[in-house]
């Protein structure tokens, strides 16, 4: 989840919240959480973080879909004609 906040967001409390939102909004309850922004930017940061999401995975948390890491822009090859 991108929240645009400066705290964390990844948290089972935020996850159940934006979970509820989306029922309320009658949209499916599946998320992608950025790894990269609730780490602070921080790489080494991102372990900890993905960490505690696959523990929620594991317990069982239905929310879940994903975790979206730092993506580097993709370089379409040159096609010549």
Request: glycine share 6%; with cysteine.
């Amino acid at each position: 989840m991108l929240g645009g906040g400066k705290q964390p967001n990844y948290d089972v409390a935020n996850i159940h919240a934006a979970a509820w939102h989306l029922a309320s909004a009658n949209l499916r309850q599946r998320l992608f959480i950025d790894a990269s922004h609730d780490s602070a930017r921080q790489h080494r940061n991102q372990i900890a973080v993905c960490f505690d999401i696959s523990a929620q995975v594991a317990a069982g948390s239905p929310y879940i879909a994903g975790i979206m890491d730092r993506v580097q822009p993709c370089r379409r090859p040159s096609v010549r004609t």
